[in-house]
């Protein structure tokens, strides 16, 4: 399969996901999902990367972020996944890829569809039955957003806040929460696969705007509406890169830039 180009819209929120190679259980144990975490926190303090919302499970990462700056996004995925395969794979005593060599970002528009997304990433464990409400798991964002630290902050919390426009930081954690109680109650956990292999998902308006600023290379794209979300889908190739244990830089070429916001 080619490698694909990365679109990446400066502003533009995007839902990252990346698996284990073969999805294989590699992060199966807390200590090297913890690894993660740490990673991810040195991204934000390296880089600058703006992180709405994480979590980590047994075989594969959800990433909510904002592409604030050129580059930011594809240098704090080469340290994330990077140092958490180099030292599994020198702790373990073990050879070859940790994660697929394709990882795939959706860009999300910024209104109710960028909370279905926080929602759908905090009830990953809930789908999977390991967890009977997202605050039971550790490794995510969702007990940081509801009880932020003092120390070691990753969570962006004034970027959550001026997106949904809440008066206050309690008035957002209550919508929160809200969020997490309908969806329970309606006991609708099926996995959405739009919300991991689409190239974007919002009203008409955005996914147009995507579109025109895809140009040519959205001949091959389809676009389906359902349940009040636009999605954009691609054949079947994902946002790329190559994850290593290597400590070398990755290529960020076949990257394009646009300097208009959506």
Known sequence: MPRANRYYIPGCVWHITHRCHKQEFLLKFERDRKRWVYWLFEAKKRYGLCVLNYIVTSNHIHLLVVD???NVIAK???????RTAQEFNIRKKRKGAFWEDRYHATAVETDMHLAKCIVYIDLNMVRAGVVSHPSEYKNSGFNEIQNPPKRYGIINRKMLLEYFTAQDENEFLKQHRNWIGEELNQNTLERNQD????IAIGKESFIANIQQK????????????????TVLKEPDISYSTVFGTKKDDLSLENTYYWKKNI
């Open 68 to 70: 604030t700056e050129e």
């Open 76 to 82: 704090s995925l080469q340290l994330i996944a990077g």
């Open 195 to 198: 919300w991991t292999e689409a």
């Open 214 to 229: 895809l140009a040519s290379r959205a001949l091959e794209r389809s676009v389906v509406t359902s349940s009040g979300m």
